[in-house]
């Protein structure tokens, strides 16, 4: 079965950098979740689009900005890096409210 | 506020023995409760979940229990395998509006020992 795709799947920026990250949903699914997910810890809700529009919000940076495009994969845009931006970044996807799929994630190094 | 605990926070058990985890929530308004597993460097996969409607659901070796009254549900490895061997996540989510977030329970280490 497809899965939730995202690229790049590792990415190497300097401090004050920016960075994009995409997701492609699993086809016919029309929510996408970021997460963030330091060593160690659980994954922290980021935002959340539906049908195009955001839907929730979470502790995301104002420094971040994402968007849920019209084929419905989104982008999470990062801009002025910091070290502590290092970690990995999950996409999720859903067609029902509840059950949420993952991706495989994209390791961000902040150097 | 923590919403959702989990615990232990790691656990190590022998092959073919049981693994169990627990989670606590504090928000009534829960009413699906997700079971993820995760191996290192990769993405949380979703296990098996349950609604407060029923007490029990299982799928191979993996069963939730879920006690309402208690607000507690857990996840049971049985026959553990080493291949178990990963960190597992109980979750919920804050509403049924599409796009709501999962809270998470802090993640159980599992290690199962051949």
């Known amino acids: 079965a497809a899965g939730v795709i995202q690229s790049p799947r590792h990415l190497i920026k300097e401090k004050r950098e920016t960075a994009t990250l995409k997701c492609y949903p699993i086809p016919r699914h029309d929510t996408v979740y970021w997460y963030q997910q330091g060593p160690g810890q659980d994954p922290q809700f980021l935002i959340s689009f539906y049908e195009k529009m955001q839907s929730d919000k979470g502790s995301i940076p104002d420094r971040f900005s994402a968007q849920q495009f019209s084929d419905y994969h989104s982008e999470l845009n990062m801009s002025s890096l910091e070290l502590g931006d290092s970690a990995l970044y999950f996409c999720a996807s859903s067609l029902l409210s509840y059950e949420q799929y993952f991706g495989p994630g994209t390791r961000l190094t902040v150097t | 506020q923590q919403q959702v605990k989990q615990s232990p926070q790691s656990l190590i058990v022998q092959k073919g023995g049981i693994s169990i985890i627990n989670c606590a929530y504090e928000?009534?308004?829960?009413?699906?409760f997700p079971w993820y597993q995760q191996f290192p460097g990769k993405g949380p996969a979703l296990l098996i979940a349950?609604?407060?409607?029923?007490s029990e659901k299982k799928e191979g070796r993996f069963t939730i229990s879920f006690n309402k009254s208690a607000k507690q549900f857990s996840l049971h490895i049985m026959d553990s395998q080493p291949g178990d061997s990963a960190t597992y996540f109980c979750a919920a989510p804050r509403g049924r509006a599409a796009g709501n977030k999962l809270t998470f329970g802090g993640g159980t280490r599992v290690l199962v020992k051949p």
């Open positions: 928000n009534t308004a829960f009413d699906y």
């Open positions: 349950i609604r407060p409607d029923v």
